[in-house]
């Protein structure tokens, strides 16, 4: 079984400010993902990765599959990025497809203006 | 932007009492899932659902807990007997493989947030 773990758990910054966030899986995967989710609580899925590096608007992602480990940046933060950011394995099946998602606990950021 | 939906967004129940939350994946998905996220906790897998069958489930999804797509469209999760416990945030998502159209991620709904009294 995978164990997913985040850090930090909480994080607190200024507007502007570069922020990254780590997570760390125990067993290899086919793939990672992050999730945002806000207040609401609906889940919105950033990246899907599983190897490299992906960028999109401010957020980018990394992973490093050797160490298993990935984290997400979000350069020029705003506090509109403050929400909950999730990292989640998966593997897929030789056919193709998917099995669920393990979840790590998340991380709670708030950007304060 | 297509997107996964997901009825009611709030569902109060007795014990005991059975229910039934409803989720419409993206058409053209292949892959179902049902999550659950107790408050205050992470989310936790436990379903997914491919070519009419459960492919995967977790300890979570004992005999109280069924799944169904009855139409082609819909995609149910029962809970037969509802405990205490049970109360969550239940997630439904979909998937498919990039090569039909979509990207290599899951959809999630919106939530349907199911009190147990």
């Known amino acids: 079984k995978n164990e997913v773990e985040q850090s930090p758990q909480n994080l607190t910054a200024q507007e502007g400010e570069f922020i990254t966030i780590n997570c760390s899986y125990s067993?290899?995967?086919?793939?990672l993902h992050w999730l945002q989710q806000h207040p609401g609580g609906g889940i919105v899925s950033l990246f899907m990765l599983s190897s490299g590096k992906k960028k999109h608007g401010r957020l980018i992602a990394t992973i490093n599959i050797q160490e298993k480990h990935s984290s997400l940046h979000i350069t020029a933060s705003h506090p509109r990025d403050s929400a909950v950011y999730i990292c989640?394995?998966?593997?897929?099946?030789?056919?193709?497809?998917?099995?669920?998602?393990?979840f790590g606990k998340g991380t709670h950021l708030i950007i304060q203006p | 932007e297509p997107e996964v939906t997901q009825t009611p967004s709030h569902q109060v129940t007795q014990m005991g009492q059975e229910v039934i939350l409803r989720c419409v994946p993206i058409s053209n998905h292949l892959y179902f899932y049902w999550y659950r996220q107790i408050l205050g906790q992470k989310v936790e897998f436990l379903v997914s659902f491919y070519n009419n069958e459960i492919s995967e489930k977790s300890e979570i999804f004992d005999d109280q807990f069924s799944v169904e797509r009855p139409d082609g469209s819909n995609f149910t999760l029962k809970i037969r007997s509802t405990k205490l416990e049970d109360s969550a945030m239940y997630f439904c998502?979909?998937?498919?493989?990039?090569?039909?159209?979509?990207?290599?991620?899951?959809?999630f709904g919106p939530g349907t947030r199911l009190t147990v009294l």
């Open positions: 989640a394995v998966s593997h897929m099946y030789s056919g193709g497809g998917a099995d669920g998602l393990t």
């Open positions: 067993v290899g995967i086919s793939a």
């Open positions: 998502a979909s998937f498919s493989l990039a090569g039909g159209g979509g990207s290599d991620t899951q959809y």
